[in-house]
């Protein structure tokens, strides 16, 4: 089973700051995904990438988020100007053999 | 679009118990579904899935079968354990809708009492 990590595992920020999420999968592959969950609730799904693309973004992904890869292993979600109730917790997967592999996410509190 | 609907929780069971979870779905093509499990501070981790109509997927002493007549995909285990507290979680990929992206249902927490 393939591992994905994320950094950081927690991470509090201000309201208006921006943060970056980081995803790095252990092997080498093209479909990557962002999903939240907001405390309590069900996972949503934010945003699709492939081949260095955006394939799908959900309601949700508005323009104050984004995603790279920006030296081709490490995946990153950035919120420009964080809100209160960007406050989640923010999982990254990737699919291998036709499965969504998870990390373990990144808790992020705005206060 | 498509969807995920499961039982409303939370779940309590004792030790040995038998376990089910109910899903349905909603979907415009020919899904792969899929059963994730959260134990508690942790990330989503694959339980079990199965990619056609009529596929069981296996895994831990749970199983599931794909039922394309009923849209369910419902979670069985016969002896629940302890250790098998968590938050389960039914979701479904469909192609069709561009990228596989995941639907998941809202998640139903299981607690097992010894």
């Known amino acids: 089973e393939p591992e994905v990590t994320q950094t950081p595992s927690h991470q509090v920020t201000q309201m208006g700051q921006e943060v970056i999420l980081r995803c790095v999968p252990i092997?080498?592959?093209?479909?990557f995904y962002w999903y939240r969950q907001i405390l309590g609730q069900k996972v949503e799904f934010l945003v699709s990438f492939y081949n260095n693309e955006i394939s799908e973004k959900s309601e949700i992904f508005d323009d104050q988020f984004s995603v790279e890869r920006p030296d081709g292993s490490n995946f990153t979600l950035k919120i420009r100007s964080t809100k209160l109730e960007d406050s989640a917790m923010y999982f990254c997967?990737?699919?291998?053999?036709?499965?969504?592999?998870f990390g373990p996410g990144t808790r992020l509190l705005v206060l | 679009g498509d969807s995920v609907t499961q039982m409303e929780g939370p779940v309590t069971l004792s030790e040995e118990a038998f376990l089910t979870i109910n899903c349905t779905y909603t979907?415009?093509?020919?899904?792969?579904l899929f059963w994730y499990v959260q134990y508690p501070g942790e990330g989503l981790q694959l339980l079990l899935k199965a990619t056609k109509a009529d596929d069981k997927g296996s895994n831990k002493g749970f199983e599931a079968t794909y039922r394309k007549e009923t849209t369910s995909f419902h979670l069985e285990k016969g002896s629940v354990q302890v250790s098998d507290s968590a938050v389960y979680f039914c979701?479904?990929?469909?192609?069709?809708?561009?990228?596989?992206?995941?639907?998941f249902g809202k998640g139903t927490k299981l607690t097992v009492n010894p």
């Open positions: 997967a990737m699919t291998y053999q036709e499965t969504q592999y």
């Open positions: 092997s080498n592959h093209l479909y």
């Open positions: 979701a479904l990929s469909d192609a069709q809708g561009g990228s596989e992206k995941l639907v």
């Open positions: 979907a415009t093509g020919y899904p792969s």
